[in-house]
């Protein structure tokens, strides 16, 4: 079985639940490409500050979908598990942003999803943050990527928001992932930004 794993010491924890093919309900969606590599390669670029929550295979499928947890699954989730040791761990401190991969049919390069936040200043310190440290790349919110399903059932950023840890769910279309992951000058923009929210 694909479990999750924390790599790296931070109290601003960013995780990739999207980045193996994956089963929900009764249908196989793709996995999110590079997501795994950007929450990873952060935790590298500032120990310290950043950890990573992964699937620890990357070539395996899952059939657990921790963004699609029913509200009775939540204290079995592996995912939900691995929240509760963070926030254990970093008590007030401890953040989330939770990346995910939205198509190319969305008209924005990023949307950051705070219907689960918990803190709405930090959402605000989150946004502007953005617009400094990469305004080439358009930004939104998008309603239907807002990271809260309602009741009955869980997103990763809700399951953090019944812990009391503030939680984004910042989604990157294909090709900001892509350049993110191959173009050093860009992904030191996506740190600086990384930086500033870990702190503010
Ligand atoms: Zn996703």
């Given amino acids: 079985m694909n479990t999750p794993i924390i790599l790296g010491i931070g109290h601003l924890?960013?995780?990739?639940p999207h980045s193996v093919d994956h089963a929900r309900n009764d249908y196989?969606?793709?996995?999110?490409?590079?997501?795994?590599?950007?929450c990873i390669k952060a935790?590298?670029?500032?120990?310290?500050?950043v950890s990573a929550l992964v699937w620890k295979w990357k070539s395996r499928i899952t059939m657990y979908d921790p963004n699609y947890t029913e509200d009775e699954s939540l204290e079995?989730?592996?995912?939900?598990?691995?929240?509760?040791?963070?926030?254990?761990?970093?008590?007030n401190k401890a953040k989330l942003?939770?990346?995910?991969?939205?198509?190319?049919?969305?008209?924005?390069?990023?949307?950051p999803g705070d219907a689960a936040c918990c803190d709405?200043?930090?959402?605000?310190r989150f946004d502007k943050a953005l617009e400094k440290y990469m305004p080439d790349y358009s930004s939104n919110h998008i309603g239907a990527l807002c990271g809260n399903w309602?009741?009955?059932?869980?997103?990763?950023?809700?399951?953090?928001m019944s812990l009391d840890i503030p939680a984004i769910q910042l989604e990157l279309n294909p090709s900001t992932r892509k350049i993110l992951i191959e173009s050093s000058a860009e992904f030191q923009k996506f740190?600086?930004?990384?930086?500033?929210?870990?702190d503010s």
């Fill in 150 to 160: 309602g009741s009955g059932l869980n997103t990763v950023s809700q399951m953090a």
């Fill in 28 to 38: 196989i969606k793709p996995k999110e490409e590079n997501t795994r590599k950007i």
């Fill in 76 to 91: 079995s989730s592996p995912w939900y598990q691995k929240l509760k040791e963070h926030k254990t761990q970093y008590g």
């Fill in 13 to 16: 924890l960013l995780s990739a």
């Fill in 120 to 124: 709405m200043n930090w959402s605000r």
């Fill in 191 to 198: 740190i600086n930004f990384i930086r500033e929210v870990a």
């Fill in 43 to 49: 935790s590298q670029y500032l120990k310290g500050t």
């Fill in 97 to 111: 942003i939770d990346i995910h991969g939205m198509s190319d049919k969305r008209i924005y390069a990023i949307s």
